[in-house]
């Protein structure tokens, strides 16, 4: 009986020990303890740091990916692990740390001599969940390289990098390899999601040495398929009373549906028609005012201009809004503009037109991201190292070399993996009757019909449309391109409960 007491008491020491190892495993140098701009005590965990990416051939070493890791509020040790991806292409994750639904919001107005103000966000997705913003593909925000060679990527390569980030990651982090993990993104992270989800799946199948718990993705109004999300425009202009009956009966018979790639000079004109009555809009939320450059020069004269005639007549008469009004970004409108694959950037854009960046204002984040003791705080390099960081680069060039996502939306959820695609409905750039259109082309049962949802038990905050194979379409009333910026209660209502396993 003794000898029985004493490996059990032995026994259950050495759990107790390993335990509280595998508690402890995240590395105690990533630690984030304080962040300026913030007075008192942070709710969760936070890390900061790089992985940096290595492999057989050249190109794929000196990789230094940034990462800010927050655990969950409730429960980290069995809550998700989810990762976040912006778009752009080339826009850097911190987009939805500071402005979507990180721990944290700016608070409004610019003090002076000061740093901007931080407040607790009521709304954050570490309420529910262990989450990782990652600036992606190398180039992108903190994320660097010594080998130019490296700024040079496209789908696939963002894909294989970004997989093997995971598999270094969860080395860091044994102890959140057991929970759930999910892989979420917006606008072009439509294409970085199912591609990345991709790899992981492949990796599972190949016997990777760290095997992710991967259980499924989400895209919000992520970019798709050029065909679906190329003829979405002009029967959402319709549907939201921007065009007239007259202007959308003419453009439908002189395109016949095709409107990504006119086929007719007629065509061409009537679609320009439609541009026209556009014009001055945010195109990313059409309900909001737009954020006009104050040392923009309406006068100037735009030669051999690129942009979309409804961004040629941004002036300086508006003031400056007091908060931002949307997203700075790259996304399916301009799929004109690619050339052999190349897929232009935002500031490439802006510098060739001389036009700033529609409806954005980003000085509040550039300012806090940039400032030497931020960057500190969180274990980025220096400025001199990793350059000045921008929410979207210029130095990247990015390849759009993986085709349509439907076919990858097909095989994840063919495997069982789940799938959840949202849409702010009043988002122009990426709307959401393109991606109610393509989901809808999967030829899936139709399991929950086409209803309301609720965030408060009261007001219906969107639709939705339930499928077989775990795949759910629904819409955010009211919501812009960035929902949890938008509609920030709603979306954590939905992410808690798609999460959850639970119906919205």
């Known amino acids: 009986m003794a000898k029985f007491f004493f490996f059990f008491f032995f026994f259950t020491s050495l759990c107790m020990l390993l335990t509280l190892f595998v508690t402890e495993a995240a590395p105690k ?24 990416l ?3 051939k050249p190109a794929d070493q000196g990789k230094n990916l940034f990462y ?18 912006n778009g752009g292409p080339g826009c850097s994750s911190f987009d939805g740390f500071v402005y979507e639904h990180g721990p944290f919001n700016f608070k409004e107005g610019k003090p002076k001599g000061s740093l901007p103000i931080l407040y607790l966000n009521p709304y954050s997705w570490s309420k529910v969940s262990n989450i990782i913003y990652l600036d992606s593909p190398t180039g992108v925000g903190f994320s660097y390289s010594k080998d130019p060679r490296n700024y040079v990527t496209g789908d696939l390569k963002t894909a294989y990098d970004t997989h093997n980030f995971l598999l270094k990651w969860f080395e860091q982090f044994p102890e959140f390899l057991s929970n759930p993990f999910y892989i979420t993104g917006e606008s072009f992270a439509g294409i970085y999601v199912p591609t990345l989800a991709s790899q992981v799946v492949q990796g599972i199948k190949d016997g990777a040495k760290r ?8 895209v919000g109004n992520g970019v798709t398929d050029r065909i679906f999300d190329g003829n979405a425009l002009v029967p959402f202009a319709h549907g939201m009373g921007l065009i007239s009956d007259d202007i959308y009966k003419e453009v439908v018979a002189a395109c016949e549906g095709i409107y990504y790639q006119p086929q007719s000079v007629m065509c061409d004109d009537k679609l320009e028609q439609v541009h026209q009555a556009i014009e001055g809009l945010n195109i990313y939320n059409i309900l909001e005012p737009c954020y006009h450059n104050p040392t923009y020069n309406q006068n100037d004269k735009l030669q051999n201009s690129t942009l979309p005639s409804s961004f040629q007549q941004l002036g300086k008469t508006q003031k400056p809004l007091p908060v931002r009004k949307r997203i700075y970004g790259r996304a399916w409108p301009f799929q004109a503009q690619v050339r052999d694959g190349l897929v232009p950037l935002w500031p490439q854009l802006a510098a060739s037109t001389r036009i700033a960046v529609p409806c954005v204002n980003d000085e509040v984040a550039t300012r806090w991201l940039n400032d030497k003791a931020v960057r ?41 993996y789940r799938a959840l695609i949202y849409s702010g409905d009043h ?14 082309s999967l030829g899936y049962k139709i399991l929950d019909e086409w209803r ?24 955010v009333k009211g919501s812009g391109h960035t929902v949890p910026e938008y509609k920030p209660q709603e979306a954590l209502h939905f992410y808690s409960r798609w999460l959850a396993g639970l119906s919205i």
């Open 29 to 52: 140098t990533s630690l984030v303890k304080t962040l300026p701009g913030f007075k008192g005590s942070f709710p969760s965990k936070h890390y900061s740091g790089y992985i940096t």
């Open 54 to 56: 290595g492999g057989e």
């Open 68 to 85: 800010y890791f927050v655990e969950s509020e409730r429960k980290p040790a069995t809550d998700p692990v989810v990762l976040w991806l």
């Open 211 to 218: 095997i992710i718990n991967f259980k499924g993705y989400m």
């Open 376 to 416: 500190n705080a969180i274990h980025a390099v220096p400025e001199s190292v990793s350059g000045r960081w921008t929410l979207c680069t210029n130095r990247i060039s990015y390849y759009h070399d993986a085709g349509s996502m439907i076919p990858y939306h097909l095989n994840l959820t063919l495997q069982g």
């Open 427 to 440: 988002d122009m750039c990426v709307p959401f009757t393109g991606t109610q259109a393509w989901t809808k």
């Open 452 to 475: 309301p949802w609720f965030s408060n038990g009261i007001d219906v905050a969107g639709f939705l449309q339930g499928y077989e194979k775990n795949f759910t379409f629904i819409t």
